[in-house]
């Protein structure tokens, strides 16, 4: 548990944008008119991973990520309009409806951990339910705690044009970045000569 919070630490600056690390970029396909799926290697964390991204126009987005290193599936959520403060975790209801009046598909509770008022990560996302779900959704909504506001994302047909392009990016590039590392600095020679 203690490791996959470390990596989902580390993703989180990879995916939201460490301006330090190096990003290699193998995957880009627009899936519908909200959604677009990326493919993106991380070498200073070590981490590769399939995400779908929608982005609000109020600068809102959410990622939904599928790692190629150990297969793990999260999200990274965030809101401009939540003011999240308190406890560092907390548990919110991911519902998914197929448009139609009281069009409930499914629903489930996740843990999340939040990494500012305005950004929240949902780890260990079962992947075979969690697809199940998103397929069919012609939207979905994130009912949080409290009194932070939920937040719902649309598709323009279903979550499955978007779960395709992140099938084709998965099985393109998962044998190559199975095994991927962070890079490592390689000593300078003054310093090897005075070791």
């Not at 790692?67 to 309009?81: F, K, P, Q, R, Y």
């Not at 705690?145 to 099938?167: C, D, H, I, R, Y």
Request: charged share 25%.
């Amino acid at each position: 548990m203690k490791m996959r919070l470390v990596i989902a630490l580390l993703l989180s600056a990879f995916c939201i944008g460490d301006l330090n690390a190096e990003e290699l970029s193998f995957y880009e396909k627009e899936t519908d008119n909200w959604w677009t799926v990326f493919g993106g290697a991380d070498t200073e964390t070590g981490q590769a991973t399939c995400y779908g991204r929608a982005n609000k126009k109020d600068g809102s987005f959410i990622q939904i990520h599928r790692s190629l290193v150990n297969g793990e599936v999260w999200a990274i959520v965030h809101d401009t309009e939540w003011e999240i403060q308190g406890p560092d975790r907390g548990s919110l209801r991911w519902n998914f409806f197929n448009g139609v009046k009281s069009g409930l598909i499914a629903g489930a509770t996740f843990d999340y951990d939040i990494k500012d008022k305005n950004t929240i990560l949902i780890l260990q996302i079962e992947p075979k339910q969690f697809s199940e779900a998103l397929w069919n959704a012609r939207y979905f909504t994130l009912v949080m705690p409290g009194n932070v506001p939920n937040l719902s994302l649309s598709f323009e047909s279903k979550g499955g044009s978007m779960l395709t392009s992140l099938a084709e990016c998965v099985k393109q590039n998962e044998k190559k970045y199975k095994n991927f590392k962070p890079s490592l600095e390689k000593v300078p020679d003054a310093v090897k000569e005075q070791l």
